[in-house]
């Protein structure tokens, strides 16, 4: 009994231990970019700043069209996730649950794609857009985005874990396989569509070389290509860039917590569950 | 009776074809917009096509050879492997230790993975401008740390020896959350009443975490190792925004040396081309290759 006391202790002492070194760095942050810049690059430097500012956020604000940023990655990442998240769970539920000729072999490229860096489908995939004369638009951000091979993954790994009676009973109801995915398989992976939705508005959200490549003026950047430009401009206001970087952050960490339960909850429901 | 059957045969019919509509959307995206570009590369990777993309000249399997003959190509793969090497089995057993202590949905525990996940919501470009500023070794915080119990300051991502191992743990850092949300709804699947027959049997907490949980967590670890493991190959973000490939390319990897050799002077798009080539085809064969050992693991247990 005192064996599993300890044991338990360590684990909580390890688990604070855990939350200090990921909560630092953002406590870190946030309270620096309410330094002057003399207290941001002084040694030994300080947790706290000596005096409070809010100029590092009006400054960010005048040196790049910030809000502009936001309001396009909005959109871009938006329509990509909802887009992404609708065709993927449609492909995944035919990979799961539909039998057709070549099923394997189609999987299994799709699978082969996601493999690809996109380091190496850059240039072509550039010279694509600019071909389409969709560069530089909002239009050929978003296109090639639309599915995921990660998505149809997921989505499939979900539909496999759904058991197989809920579909053989509705098709000897007489239903179509349409019918079977719209009005049975759609709103049983509602829980898996959110998640997938999140984790595909996350990873767009964040994305820096696909934006900053596919896209040329300013005003079309989202917010880590802009953000990257500012910094990597050789600004030597790091004040401005430590708030242009915590206000990156800040819409997608509220959006988690209003919607939490669904990265945690979303993977494990299945149907015969609910 | 010959109208049921009839009827029968048509949807029967029906749902053998019914599966391509399905797929047909993602499918034609995919070819478009990531398979013909891929075959593009391959055709790219042939010749000597520069940024201003006038008059490639087809120079065969030349690229090819230079790249065996090239130093930095053998560094940056080596690189690459190191922090594969590193990276994936570190990550997973850190999420996979964490998964098992938090997966009961106590406050404590609860807040803990709340917490864990935070930075995965976070790009690399604002983690590293965090970072760079808490390692910077003339301002930051964690070099002055350090420097409290060594007594000197070192430069820590300008350093050779610690330049890597810090990259590491800042991919860790951001990403372990992901990992561990994954197993934590992988280990709620498992039925209790699989614990409570074990408990009856006296085993304890360790006993049941290797037979009980690991066993059954197989598919879902089988999932996540193959995504990391991709991911952890096509590793470019955390190093673009602390180190950028140095102190003297020790942190250069794969893609990292490709985006050089395309978008810097002098723009040898068709030689970066036919190193991306190299590369997909190492992760294709590894990851295919471990999917088999996987598979066949599992088939084994059950």
Known sequence: ?274 | MIAAKSSFLKKAFDKDRVGYLFILPSCLIILVFSILPLLASFIIGLTDLDIFLATPNFVGLSNFQRSFADARVWNAFANTFSYVLLTVPIQLIIALVLAYWLYRPTWFNKMCRSVFYAPVLCSFTAIGIMFNLLLNSTVGYIPYVISLFTGRVDALLSDVRYAMPIIVFISIWKSFGKTMIILVAGISDIPATLYEASAIDGANRTRQFFHITLPNLLPTINFTLLTSLIGAFQVFDVVYVTTGGGPLNSTETMVQYIYYRGFSMPYELGYASSMAVELFFVIAVLVLAFKCILERKIKNIY
Not at chain 1, 83 to 100: E, H, I, K, Q, T
């Open chain 1, 1 to 274: 009994m005192k064996r599993i006391t300890v044991s338990k202790t360590m684990q909580v002492i390890l688990c604070l231990l855990i939350l200090f070194l990921i909560v630092f760095p953002f406590a870190w942050l946030l309270v620096s970019t309410f330094k002057l810049q003399k207290d941001i690059i002084k040694w030994p430097p300080t947790f706290w700043p000596k005096h409070w500012t809010f100029k590092n956020y009006s400054a960010v604000f005048e040196r790049i069209p910030l809000a502009k940023y936001i309001l396009n990655t909005v959109i871009f990442a938006g329509f990509v996730s909802l887009f992404s998240s609708f065709f993927d769970s449609v492909a995944g539920y035919a990979f799961a649950r539909l039998d057709f000729k070549g099923k394997n072999v189609i999987f299994n490229i799709v699978l082969l794609t996601m493999l690809v860096p996109f380091q190496i489908v850059m240039i072509p995939l550039y010279i694509e857009l600019n071909l389409m004369g969709i560069l530089n638009t909002f239009v050929g951000l978003i296109l090639p985005r639309i599915t995921s091979a990660y998505g149809i993954f997921f989505m499939r790994s979900f539909f496999t874990g759904l058991p197989k009676e809920l579909q053989e009973a509705a098709r000897i109801d007489g239903m179509g396989e349409f019918g079977i995915f719209a009005k049975i398989m759609l709103p049983l992976c509602k829980p898996a569509f959110i998640t997938f939705f999140i984790f595909c508005l996350t990873s767009n959200w964040n994305d820096l070389i696909y934006p900053l490549m596919m896209t040329s003026s300013t005003a079309m950047r989202t917010l880590p290509a802009g953000l990257a430009i500012f910094v990597g401009e050789g600004v030597r206001e790091t004040g401005p860039a430590l708030a242009g970087a915590l206000i990156s952050m800040l819409p997608l960490l509220i959006l988690y917590c209003a919607a939490q339960k669904y990265f945690v909850e979303g993977i494990a429901v299945s149907g015969m569950k609910g």
